[in-house]
């Protein structure tokens, strides 16, 4: 059966008279993203925002497949969390394995970002201290 939208000839509820700049809602997208915090990094490269992506990081490195169940409420809940728990316990031979090459992964991804920002850091030093002397 058509909605009621449909036989007014709007598509779900939004006016087609209208236009939309695509643009504009992108770019408004991305800054509420910006101001809530949810996208550390991407504001430019600021010291303080490296420190937070590299926490957040450092805090999410370690990928394990063991993770706490949640007790759903009622009966599906009472019953559903011990039948989940086994199952985790069966799959865990072959999750695991592929829980130990991620976290092998991103704990060499983040030694490698260290070095690369310690050799940056190390350019940059030469950098000005070539400047300076080029000044003199």
């Not at 991305?30 to 450092?58: C, F, L, M």
């Not at 409420?73 to 316990?89: H, N, Q, S, W």
Request: glycine fraction near 8%.
């Amino acid at each position: 059966m058509p909605s009621d939208y449909a036989k007014n000839g709007d598509s779900a509820g939004v006016s087609a008279s209208a236009p939309v700049d695509v643009e504009e809602l992108f770019q408004a997208l991305r800054d509420e993203v910006r101001r809530s915090g949810a996208d550390p990094g991407a504001g430019g490269g600021d010291e303080d925002e490296r420190r937070v992506a590299r926490a957040e990081a450092e805090r999410l490195w370690p990928v394990s497949a063991d993770r706490s169940l949640r007790l759903r409420p009622g009966v599906r809940g009472g019953l559903g969390t011990p039948v989940k728990a086994v199952l985790r316990k069966l799959m865990r031979w072959y999750v695991e394995p592929l829980a130990y090459d991620q976290r092998s992964f991103n704990a060499a991804a983040l030694r490698l970002i260290d070095d690369l920002e310690r050799r940056v850091a190390q350019l940059e030093g030469e950098l000005a201290h070539l400047r300076s002397a080029e000044k003199r």
